[in-house]
């Protein structure tokens, strides 16, 4: 059965230093893979998305996410993050059977200081 | 374009109860999924409909129901209600029903089961 781990529960940064939110997920099928942002009392946002093709993929806001295959991971990263980018981070995982069930993650709070 | 809208935004319950939740996709999305997101934690998939069939269901009991209309709109419908149902309940319309599509969540509607 799929499975997605979000390592860091919670991510203090201070504003302009880099950041990355790592995510691992475990499946025996293709998968697609998803990172979604929720700011406090609002629904989610994607981020970006994989599905095929070229491993690293580049978002809105200046987030990009790197697949692979062989660690099972999904990490989030961005070079210099804004006290906007506080909100909390979800990765998600939905299998390649024809089905529909996306797993989302336990999620990472990211915390941006001045 | 308006996007996906929920209501009510939020609903105060009392335990054994019934509860329906309304869902609007945006304009021209014919698939619409149903999460239960837990305080803390990540959305919980309960449902998917596409063209007003039940196309996949979580890990829920069958007091959980949900059907679309043939407007696309969707309700979920939740019977004896229990103290552990308390959770938003997030709406997420995509295009299509395949799990590479992108989902376009609403704000959510807060359930308290007191």
């Known amino acids: 059965a799929q499975s997605v781990t979000q390592l860091d529960s919670q991510v203090p940064v201070f504003e302009e230093a880099p950041v990355e939110l790592r995510c691992n997920y475990s499946?025996?099928?293709?998968?697609?893979l998803f990172w979604y942002v929720q700011y406090p009392n609002q629904g989610l946002q994607l981020l970006l998305k994989?599905?095929?093709?070229?491993?690293l993929v580049k978002g809105i806001n200046g987030f990009e996410a790197e697949f692979n295959k062989s660690q099972t991971s999904f990490h989030l990263r961005k070079p210099s993050v804004h006290i906007s980018d506080t909100a909390e981070y979800f990765c998600?995982?939905?299998?390649?059977?024809?089905?529909?069930?996306?797993?989302f993650g336990a999620g990472t709070r990211l915390f941006v200081k001045a | 374009d308006a996007g996906v809208t929920q209501s009510p935004t939020h609903l105060i319950k009392t335990r054994g109860q019934h509860v329906t939740l309304r869902c609007s996709p945006i304009?021209?999305?014919?698939?619409v999924s149903w999460y239960q997101q837990v305080l803390g934690q990540g959305p919980q998939f309960i449902f998917q409909?596409?063209?007003?069939?039940?196309?996949g269901r979580g890990n829920f009991p069958d007091r959980f129901s949900a059907r679309q209309f043939p407007n696309y709109s969707s309700e979920l419908n939740v019977n004896a209600l229990l103290l552990g149902d308390s959770a938003l309940y997030l709406c997420?319309?995509?295009?299509?029903?395949?799990?590479?599509?992108?989902?376009?969540f609403g704000p959510g509607t807060r359930l308290t089961v007191l």
């Open positions: 997420a319309s995509s295009l299509l029903a395949g799990s590479y599509n992108e989902q376009f």
């Open positions: 409909y596409y063209e007003k069939e039940e196309r």
């Open positions: 994989y599905l095929s093709g070229s491993t």
């Open positions: 499946s025996s099928v293709s998968v697609y």
């Open positions: 304009s021209g999305h014919k698939s």
């Open positions: 998600a995982v939905s299998e390649d059977t024809g089905g529909f069930k996306t797993i």
